[in-house]
């Protein structure tokens, strides 16, 4: 009777048509990586709301909320890296794949690292990664905490980039992401309208964390669309 009404439900959910279907706007805001998303829009249409990683308002707007507004970090990651070698990326509280994944297709040069603490999402990211056939990815199950031990130990090499969203406000999250980076690295915050309250409430843990130079930006999400906002912190 339950699985029954598990597929009567993902029938449903699936007829849910999303507002920016078919817009000319995916691929002027994706362009190479809109085949990719197209396969990753489809698994979070069938599965997303079911598996826990959405919720049932996002349904009709999935390419606004979760992939065009996850992409719209791309351009100050570009910027970030111009001129270093590596092009290291990690996403903390990768969850869903926002922004990581989206950043991952969009980013096929630059090497993208999820990390994610949640059994059930890291299964998720293997799924999409697969799916979407991602070569550039690594998915580290685990705190941002153990990543960086590994860092500090140098076991692994420290991050030019870090990026996270819907994760922790400022005054956890400078811990949790800071210390990942290199020298003068940069955290890249996707965050709400609250940014630079958060920010305020924050700078003491950014200072401790090793953060210098904080700075809130509307970030474009595409033509006619809400822009979001990111939070940039520099590594000293």
């Given at each position: 009777m339950e699985a029954n009404l598990d597929k009567k439900y993902e029938e449903n959910t699936q007829k849910i048509a999303d507002?920016?279907?078919?817009?000319?706007?995916?691929?002027?805001?994706?362009?190479?990586?809109?085949?990719?998303?197209?396969?990753?829009?489809?698994?979070?249409?069938?599965?997303?709301?079911?598996?826990?990683?959405?919720?049932?308002?996002?349904?009709?707007?999935?390419?606004?909320r979760h992939i065009l507004n996850s992409a719209a970090v791309v351009p100050f990651i570009k910027e970030a890296i111009v001129g270093r070698k590596n092009k290291r990326v990690a996403d903390v509280g990768s969850g869903g794949g926002f922004p990581g994944l989206v950043l991952a297709a969009c980013l096929p040069d630059y090497d993208v690292t999820l990390i994610e603490p949640m059994e059930r999402r890291v299964d998720w990211l293997r799924e999409c990664v697969a799916l979407m056939k991602l070569k550039n990815v690594t998915i580290f199950h685990g705190r941002s905490d153990e990543v960086i031990?590994?860092?500090?130990?140098?076991e692994i090499p420290a991050f030019d980039v870090v990026t996270c969203r819907a994760v922790a406000p400022m005054t956890k999250l400078a811990g949790w992401t800071i210390p990942l980076l290199n020298k003068h690295g940069k955290l890249?915050?996707?965050?709400?309208?609250?940014?630079?309250?958060?920010v305020e409430k924050a700078v003491k843990m950014i200072r401790k964390a090793g953060g210098i130079d904080t700075h809130v930006f509307e970030a474009p999400v595409a033509s006619g669309l809400q822009p979001t906002t990111v939070v940039i912190v520099n590594k000293a």
């Open positions: 507002e920016l279907e078919g817009s000319p706007l995916l691929n002027e805001v994706l362009g190479e990586a809109l085949e990719k998303c197209k396969l990753f829009h489809v698994k979070l249409q069938q599965e997303g709301l079911i598996r826990g990683l959405i919720g049932p308002r996002d349904m009709n707007i999935l390419w606004e031990d590994k860092v500090k130990s140098h890249i915050a996707l965050k709400g309208k609250s940014a630079q309250a958060e």
